[in-house]
């Protein structure tokens, strides 16, 4: 079982729409991060998060370190946004990540 | 600051062959990773490096696999006797200390036939 799950995999949009992507992981971290990569597999943090919620523009990422769960919004969605979403995890020790699958995230004119 | 490079972007090579990559992390990183992400998968941790010290290796990286950070600054990846399933995405990040951001470079996209 992989240690971070990520939900939904595939998710397509309409502009304008509130987006959420889920991510739930199952081990001792220092820290939870969100990425975006484009076609052409060019990684970019989007969050670093160890508490609480962070807003970043359009987007909103929270964590709930009691339950290992955080949740990556999108409000008001455009076809820019459309893009993989990724949340990794790293432990507490050596800082490298391990990822989930990813959420491909398409949103529509 | 440019960034992580890469190099190169793609690599198309025979089964058998020995495949080198290159990273070039954001100059003052003392941290170097590497990883790899075959096609609609989440990336995957191989190897990492603190300055010229390489503190950890997945078992993911058999045999046919050396990283080397011989200065502390570039590091290389070979792949030896290349099978049809090394074909993946080889992604490079670096940061600076542990718990700190990392950035990543655009990969380098390895396709064996």
């Known amino acids: 079982k992989n240690e971070v799950e990520q939900s939904p995999q595939n998710l397509t949009a309409q502009e304008g729409e509130f987006i959420t992507i889920n991510c739930s992981y199952s081990?001792?971290?220092?820290?939870l991060h969100w990425l975006q990569q484009h076609p052409g597999g060019g990684i970019v943090s989007l969050f670093m998060?160890?508490?609480g919620k962070k807003k970043h523009g359009r987007l909103i990422a929270t964590i709930n370190i009691q339950e290992k769960h955080s949740s990556l919004h999108i409000t008001a969605s455009h076809p820019r946004d459309s893009a993989v979403y990724i949340c990794a995890v790293s432990k507490i020790a050596g800082n490298q990540f391990y990822f989930g699958t990813g959420t491909s995230l398409t949103v529509i004119p | 600051d440019t960034g992580v490079s890469q190099d190169p972007r793609h690599k198309i090579t025979k089964r058998g062959q020995n495949v080198t990559f290159r990273c070039d992390p954001i100059s003052e990183h003392n941290r170097l990773y590497w990883y790899r992400q075959t096609l609609g998968q989440g990336p995957e941790f191989l190897t990492y490096f603190q300055n010229e010290a390489q503190l950890e290796k997945s078992r993911l990286l058999s045999d046919r696999f050396s990283a080397e950070r011989p200065k502390g600054s570039f590091s290389t990846l070979e792949i030896q006797r290349t099978e049809q399933g090394d074909s993946a995405m080889y992604l490079c990040?670096?940061?600076f200390g542990i718990g700190n951001e990392q950035f990543f470079g655009p990969g380098t996209r390895l396709t064996v036939l």
């Open positions: 990040a670096s940061s």
């Open positions: 081990v001792g971290i220092s820290a």
């Open positions: 998060l160890s508490s």
